[in-house]
């Protein structure tokens, strides 16, 4: 009748294993194999083993652009976003004395989470755009005589999109390690004669590592996954890595573009390794 | 011996008073100063669309409004263009539910696994954190191709389903980790012990102490599916979800009637989150209305 | 008294959860019904694990556990009769007090009246019938203990298991509720079993002290038995109120024989019946606190009397007694319980060179 703790464990992991395998593992071997097939050039592909489509990927200067904008974006993205998220979450634990008022803020802070994506990049064009509000406002006000071109389809309104996105997966993470750090730590740290600096330094950085580097892996990964944004608000001036291989998909070239899908694959799947040295997610959540 | 303690208390007092009002200096006004400039720029870019969206005929894509009118929205539903929004519409709330039922279910049960150890669940884990940092449009290519391979024909309901899942389910685990860390199993073991059978335990305990938990995890779910795009566009199939339809719609509409459909779509996010947090509220309330039977 | 079932036997219970190390290592007990046991030591003693093994929250790796004679493993807590009290008291935290403890009716299948009006009566009986309608939350500790007891009660075991009952509570709380649990198994007349680190708790409830260390029994017997005569150094330092003195057999004189140490040499000790003990061998004796009395040094020793001489390093007053801690006989902490006015009559203070002195026969020879 009692069945032992990994059976038990494994019964209860089966339904998510049913939805992993067929839709995480075997699309990821699909590419894989789609990667090393060629084509006929009419969108069909057949086997015969190459890695030419990888040296294509690999000695084309273009791949190299395309990650080096890519990963400019992401680090971009990671930087304002953990900037904002770090002073957002320590002004909401560590200034507002109201529990109440904290927890309302917060909330505030988490509302637009709930609404799509799309709309609320798309919000920014009325605002950036040549004749946006922006625009409109600073001639207004006289501080410029002709609009400024840079704010929309620009690197500039990508970021801007894309902090504006993600920066609440940030805020989430440090707000919940904060909130752990126990304020008599503090209290002593000022009783020892430390300065302000001193404490952020030695006690509320280390503190939040965990949860800068948990909402930093939600930002690498969604940034080095996306094409959308990228498209829109750079007005197609920029492309990403992700945008060039669903352009082959619309071109039918299949395995060239599977062949960048399983370089950027284990790219990512990298970097958030390197993150996850830092930080014991498991632990971290379960806490 | 009161008077030395009444004078240490006091002293006290005035350090702590001295502490307080130091804290209020310039960092908070700075810090206040940027979490105001935070929501504003959070907030202001979503409403400033939400009245865009009212525009007259005779308006364009940016301030200034020409006058108030529905008829942008009207637009929407005539179908006047290309396209089947409604039909998007529908076809993404049935996909959204589908989906936040799974996901609650299956991550409820996952969650359940992971508060033991078990031999192999580090594998599970980081299969599951694999799965969540995909590049979302490399598994819908993946998938649709593995469809073409089989020779199933994707659609919303079951490719892009699959799809979907296999980031909010992941999600919903994380969120689940962080509600079941509040489940303190002495409460199971306590039913055990009063003779509940183990569904009992379940149905009688550990499902309503998690239960507003678990709405926030079937939030979480609707929400990231009536919003998910990089895993759909390549397995939806022949009919769109809303999301590829606003995305074509970024394409080629260059009206307002685009940022109806941006209100629209939020309005129904906020009616789904009013509907969630007013249920967690039910749950409270009722809670606390026993407390005041009892006084 | 007792229900005539509620006796407990472990047989060789072995509890190993990696294999290597023992929680708990080859338990032989014997508990009889009716009888209120406290299993003490210090944490990470095994003590908890036999509560756990004994209520059917784990298996033995090895052993028998029998209850009223009947090998139990295996069964659950239900069929065992057993109920357990939770050291949070794992009260489940959304339904009532009422709810709570008509949990077992509940999932019995009782109906609605039926187990309220059952689950009202017992509420009646720990004074919560005011409260019968709050959340846990909305109860102090001692309200909790009491709706925890209550809700383990209403099943009727045969044996009531405890973990760390008062352990949550302040120090005030925790001596009435210690009366109110006295009473309660005085009342329902089953077997309790009570986990506890605390010393002072299980001298003052139990019938029967098991005392634990490393998962073994160091000593078990009645409360009195434990506190006045300890079998070993180990049970001596951790119920406490004992000096411990090491030294070795000097010289044996018929009834008598003396010991020496390194910073001493001539404590007498007695040889109590049938002891026998060889010149050289190395030796612990307890002395019990409270029968040390302090002269000064240079004073005279009353008939059958021994001492041994030190400086005194701290005076703690106790009220009715007078703590006074001195350096003697090798130990760092050699401690007299002095009464109150005798203390004073002496006043002695720190630094002070004094005599302990303590009746021959008072003293007690460890294994």
């Known amino acids: 009748m009692k069945l032992n703790k990994t059976a038990v464990g494994w019964l209860n992991v089966t339904p998510l294993l049913a939805i992993m395998v067929p839709f995480f593992i075997m699309p990821i071997i699909v590419v894989a194999i789609a990667s090393i097939m060629q084509t006929d050039g009419f969108g069909g592909m057949f086997m015969d083993p190459t890695l030419e489509n990888y040296t294509y990927v690999f ?229 | 011996m009161t008077d030395v303690t009444n004078a240490t208390i006091s002293t006290r007092g005035k350090r702590r008073a001295r502490r307080n009002s130091s804290d209020r200096t310039w960092t908070f006004y700075v810090l206040a100063a940027f979490f105001a400039f935070y929501v504003i720029a959070l907030y202001g870019p979503m409403l400033s669309i939400y009245i865009l969206s009212f525009q007259d005929l005779r308006g364009g894509l940016v301030f200034p409004m020409r006058g108030f009118s529905l008829y942008w929205f009207n637009e929407l539903i005539m179908q006047t263009r290309a396209g089947d929004v409604s039909g998007s519409f529908t076809r993404s709330i049935y996909l959204a539910i589908a989906v936040t039922v799974i996901t609650v279910v299956f991550s409820f049960m996952a969650g359940m696994a992971f508060r033991r150890r078990f031999r192999g669940d580090t594998i599970v884990f980081y299969l599951m954190i694999g799965s969540l940092v995909a590049p979302g449009l490399v598994l819908g290519i993946g998938i649709g191709l593995g469809f073409d391979m089989a020779g199933i024909p994707t659609n919303w309901f079951t490719s892009a389903l699959g799809a979907q899942l296999s980031w909010t389910l992941p999600f919903g685990i994380l969120v689940m980790f962080a509600v079941m860390s509040r489940l303190n199993s002495d409460w199971e073991e306590a039913a055990r012990d009063l003779g509940a059978s183990r569904a009992q335990t379940i149905g009688l305990v550990v499902l309503p102490v998690l239960a507003p938990g678990l709405i926030a995890v079937a939030l979480f779910g609707f929400t990231l599916s009536y919003d998910e795009f990089a895993r759909t566009l390549q397995t939806a199939g022949a009919q769109n979800t809303l999301p590829l339809e606003i995305w074509s719609m970024t394409l080629n509409v260059t009206s307002p009637a685009l940022y109806a459909l941006g209100t629209v779509s939020t309005v129904i996010s906020f009616l789904i989150i009013g509907v969630s947090l007013g249920s967690i509220i039910l749950l409270q309330r009722r809670n606390a209305a026993r407390k005041n039977i009892s006084e | 008294m007792g229900t005539g079932n509620g ?137 909790q203990q009491r709706v925890a007891l209550a809700r383990a009660a209403i099943t009727e075991p045969r044996v009531l298991l405890l973990d760390e009952p008062l352990s949550a509570l302040d120090e005030h709380l925790r001596i009435k509720m210690r009366a109110e649990l006295s009473r309660m198994q005085r009342d329902l007349g089953i077997t309790f079993i009570h986990v506890t680190h605390t010393q002072m708790e299980a001298i003052a409830l139990a019938d029967m002290v098991v005392v634990m260390d490393q998962g073994k029994i160091r000593q078990s017997g009645p409360a009195r038995e434990v506190y006045a005569e300890p079998k070993n150094r180990y049970v001596a330092e951790f119920i406490g109120g004992q000096n411990v003195i090491s030294g070795k057999v000097s010289y044996i004189n018929g009834t008598r024989a003396t010991m020496a140490g390194a910073t001493y040499s001539n404590i007498e000790i007695p040889l109590a019946n049938g002891k026998r003990l060889e010149d050289g061998q190395s030796l612990d004796i307890a002395i019990r606190r409270d029968d040390i009395d302090l002269v000064r040094a240079g004073g005279d020793l009353p008939d059958g009397s021994t001492s041994v001489e030190g400086a005194i390093t701290g005076v703690e007053y106790q009220g009715t007694f007078v703590k006074v801690m001195m350096e003697a006989a090798g130990e760092e902490e050699f401690v007299a319980y002095v009464p109150e006015r005798r203390f004073f009559e002496e006043s002695l203070s720190i630094g002070d060179r004094v005599l302990a002195i303590w009746q021959i026969d008072h003293a007690h020879l460890l294994a």
């Not at chain 1, 707000?175 to 000022?190: G, Q, Y």
Request: proline share 3%.
């Open chain 3, 7 to 143: 006796d407990i036997e472990l047989a060789g219970v072995t509890k190993s959860y990696d294999g290597e190390t023992f929680a708990v290592d080859g338990i032989n007990l014997k508990i009889p019904d009716g009888a209120y046991c406290c299993l003490l030591g210090p944490s990470g003693c095994g003590k908890s694990t036999i509560l756990r093994m004994i209520a059917g929250h784990e298996d033995p790796t090895h052993g028998e556990i029998l209850i009223g004679g009947e090998d139990v493993v295996g069964l659950d807590p239900v069929e065992r009769r057993t109920a357990m009290m939770f050291q949070s008291y794992a009260l489940f935290p959304h339904l009532s007090v009422r709810d709570n403890i008509a949990f077992a009716l509940r999932v019995r299948g009782l109906s609605k009246a039926e187990r309220n009006a059952k689950a009202d009566a017992m509420i009646e009986k720990v004074h919560l019938t005011e409260f019968a309608n709050r959340l846990p939350s909305q109860l102090s500790g001692g309200q």
């Open chain 1, 59 to 287: 000695q084309s200067a273009l791949t190299y652009r395309l990650y080096f904008e890519t990963i400019k974006f992401a680090a971009l993205t990671l930087i304002f976003s953990a900037f904002i998220g770090f002073w957002v979450a320590y002004f909401l634990v560590f200034h507002v004395r109201s529990k109440l008022l904290a927890m309302g803020l917060f909330l505030i802070c988490t509302v637009p989470f709930w609404t799509s994506n799309i709309i609320r990049m798309i919000s920014w064009i009325p605002l950036l755009g040549k004749e946006g509000l922006i625009n409109q406002a600073l001639m207004a006000m006289g501080f410029i005589d002709a609009p400024l071109e840079f704010l929309l389809y620009s690197d500039f309104a990508v970021v801007v999109a894309y902090v504006h996105q993600l920066t609440i997966f940030m805020i989430v993470p440090i707000f919940n390690s904060m909130a752990r750090i126990d304020k008599r730590v503090v209290e002593a740290a000022l009783d020892a004669g430390a300065s302000k600096f001193d404490i952020m330094r030695y006690i509320i950085l280390p503190m939040s590592k965990s949860g800068i580097a948990l909402g930093a892996i939600f930002v690498v990964s969604i940034v080095m996954g996306d094409f959308f944004v990228v498209k829109v608000m750079s007005g197609g001036g920029t492309a990403s890595v992700v945008g060039a291989f669903y352009e082959d998909i619309g071109v039918l070239q299949y395995p060239s573009a599977a062949a960048s899908a399983i370089v950027l694959t284990i790219l990512v799947m990298l970097m958030v390794a390197l993150i996850l040295r830092v930080v014991d997610i498991r632990k971290e959540i379960t806490q």
